[in-house]
């Protein structure tokens, strides 16, 4: 990370674009998967995650594509196909056989992806408010993914995603506005979830009967109180994966890693020791 701009790491090439991921600390790899927010990338996404994990282990958090400071190309087509081959080329570039994931929402479907596509690229895994199953689209996450840009736009979607939204204060709001606005944003992220949107969450799943074979150990953790995924999503999630243990977090929306962060890191610390 910079001194000028936290969000900017390093940078390789990843099916073709320059991809850009932060990274700390040594040891076992473990990985971080962001969301699907305007504005998101992964310093955002994990900014209270990293160093503590970085005592232990060697964190690397990309910013996925189309999403934050990894390169943009104008013709680029979107799918859950290119997201998996974007991240396990990624994973060959920054020398990553095999890792511990920690996977948020949007990135939760690619985490499931990926630990049923490539089982031997993944240790274990921690779904996070994860989509990756099929369910109703909400409200809040329609108008996510339906964002267009202004400040009591992004001021509406913001509050969508705690429990406790004296935390998203004017700076936050602000600082996720301007990073949606910056030249091509955009323009990309408004192509990836076009109307009707119902069909992204379906292209983003996993289907069930391969998620019954997953065979890693895995963490489920959700906010009880999550407005944009359903709680729904990881019962479901843990009744599917065999060898997986549930979390609900109470008085906690989408952003558990940011409303309850101490609770979580010590969650995912004791889990990845096991």
Do not use: C
């Given at each position: 990370m910079t001194q000028s701009d936290p969000e900017i790491g390093k940078t390789v090439i990843a099916a073709g674009l320059k991809t850009n991921y932060l990274e700390a600390g040594?040891?076992?790899?473990?990985?971080?998967?962001?969301?699907?927010?305007?504005?998101?990338?992964?310093?955002?996404?994990?900014?209270f995650t990293i160093e503590p994990l970085a005592q232990k282990y060697r964190v690397l958090a990309p910013d996925i594509a189309g999403f934050g400071y990894t390169e943009r190309k104008s013709d680029q087509q979107y799918s859950l196909d290119?997201?998996?081959?974007?991240?396990?080329?990624?994973?060959?570039?920054?020398?990553?056989?095999?890792?511990?994931?920690?996977?948020?929402?949007?990135?939760?479907?690619?985490t499931l992806a990926i630990a049923s596509r490539y089982p031997e690229r993944v240790e274990s895994f921690v779904l996070m408010g994860?989509?990756?199953?099929?369910?109703?689209?909400?409200?809040?996450?329609?108008?996510?993914?339906?964002?267009?840009?202004?400040?009591?736009?992004?001021?509406?979607?913001?509050?969508?995603?705690?429990y406790d939204t004296s935390m998203?204060?004017?700076?936050?709001?602000?600082?996720?506005?301007?990073?949606?606005?910056?030249?091509?944003?955009?323009?990309?992220?408004?192509?990836?979830?076009?109307?009707?949107?119902?069909?992204?969450?379906?292209?983003?799943?996993?289907?069930d009967d391969q998620i019954r074979k997953i065979p890693h150990r895995?963490?489920?953790?959700?906010?009880?109180?999550?407005?944009?995924?359903?709680?729904?999503?990881?019962?479901?999630?843990?009744?599917?994966?065999?060898?997986?243990?549930?979390?609900m977090f109470s008085n906690c929306g989408h952003w558990t890693q940011i409303e309850r962060k101490n609770d979580f890191n010590k969650l995912v610390m004791d889990f990845f020791a096991a």
């Open positions: 040594q040891g076992d790899p473990v990985i971080l998967i962001h969301g699907s927010g305007p504005g998101v990338t992964a310093y955002a996404n994990w900014r290119f997201w998996v081959k974007h991240l396990t080329e990624w994973m060959d570039a920054v020398g990553v056989k095999k890792a511990r994931f920690i996977g948020n929402s949007f990135g939760g479907s690619l994860a989509a990756g199953v099929e369910f109703e689209l909400t409200p809040e996450l329609d108008a996510i993914w339906g964002y267009e840009p202004s400040i009591e736009n992004m001021r509406k979607i913001v509050m969508s995603f705690a998203m204060t004017d700076d936050l709001v602000r600082s996720r506005y301007e990073a949606s606005v910056r030249p091509g944003y955009h323009e990309s992220f408004s192509k990836m979830f076009e109307v009707p949107r119902q069909r992204h969450i379906k292209a983003l799943a996993t289907p895995a963490m489920v953790v959700h906010g009880r109180d999550d407005k944009i995924v359903p709680p729904t999503n990881s019962t479901k999630l843990h009744s599917l994966l065999k060898n997986s243990d549930l979390h």
